[in-house]
């Protein structure tokens, strides 16, 4: 089997991104404590003590050293270069001190059209069971756009949990790079950049698996996301990714997760933006499984899902959205018998 992407050697890249993280984390958390970027408990927050919150700093630094020392510069690297230096610039004072959630969306749309348009990383149709939608350049521009801003946030919304992000990225960026080596393209940009964000994140992780150490912060988590989405739209280009439903399914969970929590505050009457303490990785905490167990569930959800997307790159398409759906049908049971939609008890007593 080829391990070679861009020359180097697939576990010399996660070696170094891994190892690079790994030194950075400690640091990042130093600077937290001495700028006053820590998560401070609430009646919110999972955790009882402070947590310092620049891990993502580590992960990006990683990201960097990992595209200088194996990446090829191009105009797409270039913009995502310059759109993830602004996603984490804005995260580390938002992280420091909280910055309107308004100017952040901002912040993450002039990223999203600097890879959409400068870089010109989109997509130009959408094919599922061989049925095809193809768009004209200005639709391709605004369904890219939004595509990056739902990834991002989707991301982030789910980052209220010790490892799951992080984890949730990983397995994203381990899916791709198996995918990639199925199929035998390994030399398209998505490919080497999710093995470096797979080492970055993975030694990230050592430190922000249950009991978390650090955070990754809004910096961390809005960049992941952001990431992510770039590399689902890089495939399209070389053909990794053969359809919308890969990337979409290997992020069941924040996807999932996102979909009901905007459900839940338009029936309680709430802005979708406002935060609450009802998401997946808090019913599983209501269902008395620990902080770990709960991780290492929804991480299993996670990896049912991205067999499956490998299953359907490489099978008969029409038979594994047949696991698809039972796949689906399984966490739509699992959810509604949960308070992530609605308090049952409180429907219960009316």
């Known amino acids: 089997?080829?391990?070679?992407?861009?020359?180097?050697?697939?576990?010399?890249?996660?070696?170094?991104?891994?190892?690079?993280?790994?030194?950075?984390?400690?640091?990042?958390?130093?600077?937290?404590?001495?700028?006053?970027?820590?998560?401070?408990?609430?009646?919110?927050?999972?955790?009882?003590?402070?947590?310092?919150?620049?891990?993502?700093?580590?992960?990006?630094?990683?990201?960097?050293?990992?595209?200088?020392?194996?990446?090829?510069?191009?105009?797409?690297?270039?913009?995502?270069?310059?759109?993830?230096?602004?996603?984490?610039?804005?995260?580390?004072?938002?992280?420091?001190?909280?910055?309107?959630?308004?100017?952040?969306?901002?912040?993450?749309?002039?990223?999203?059209?600097?890879?959409v348009v400068y870089g010109k990383i989109y997509f130009t149709e959408i094919t599922f069971l061989g049925l095809k939608l193809e768009f004209n350049l200005y639709v391709s521009y605004f369904l890219s756009i939004f595509f990056i801003l739902?990834?991002?946030?989707?991301?982030?919304?789910?980052?209220?949990?010790?490892?799951?992000?992080?984890?949730?990225?990983?397995?994203?960026?381990?899916?791709?790079?198996?995918?990639?080596?199925?199929?035998n393209r390994l030399s398209g940009l998505d490919i080497i950049l999710s093995i470096i964000m797979l080492g970055a994140t993975l030694g990230f992780l050592v430190y922000n698996f249950p009991p978390a150490k650090t955070f990754v912060g809004d910096n961390g988590s809005v960049f992941l996301g952001f990431i992510i989405s770039v590399i689902a739209l890089l495939g399209y280009k070389v053909a990794t990714l053969t359809s919308l439903v890969i990337p979409i399914t290997i992020l069941a969970v924040p996807?999932?997760?996102?979909?009901?929590?905007?459900?839940?505050?338009?029936?309680?009457?709430?802005?979708?933006?406002?935060?609450?303490?009802?998401?997946?990785?808090?019913?599983?905490?209501?269902?008395k499984f620990t902080p770990r167990v709960s991780i290492i569930i929804i991480y299993l959800i996670n990896i049912m899902f991205a067999v499956i997307s490998i299953l359907y790159v490489i099978g008969d398409s029409k038979d594994v959205i047949i696991l698809y759906a039972v796949a689906a049908l399984l966490v739509l049971f699992v959810v509604l018998k949960t308070d992530i939609l609605y308090d049952h008890k409180k429907n219960k007593k009316r």
Request: proline share 2%; net charge positive.
């Open 1 to 115: 089997m080829n391990l070679i992407v861009n020359g180097h050697n697939i576990f010399e890249i996660l070696i170094v991104t891994f190892l690079t993280s790994l030194v950075l984390v400690p640091i990042t958390m130093k600077l937290a404590h001495h700028v006053g970027a820590m998560d401070i408990p609430n009646e919110r927050k999972i955790h009882k003590v402070p947590i310092p919150r620049l891990g993502g700093l580590a992960i990006f630094g990683s990201f960097l050293l990992g595209y200088i020392l194996y990446g090829e510069v191009t105009t797409q690297m270039l913009s995502i270069l310059i759109g993830s230096f602004l996603i984490v610039l804005v995260g580390v004072f938002d992280d420091i001190k909280s910055i309107r959630a308004l100017y952040k969306f901002i912040v993450q749309v002039i990223a999203a059209v600097i890879v």
């Open 150 to 183: 739902a990834i991002s946030n989707a991301i982030n919304f789910i980052d209220g949990m010790d490892g799951l992000s992080s984890g949730i990225s990983s397995i994203y960026f381990l899916t791709i790079a198996v995918i990639a080596l199925i199929l």
């Open 255 to 287: 996807v999932f997760d996102t979909v009901f929590a905007i459900l839940r505050r338009l029936i309680k009457h709430k802005n979708i933006a406002e935060a609450d303490k009802e998401h997946f990785h808090h019913q599983l905490l209501k269902m």
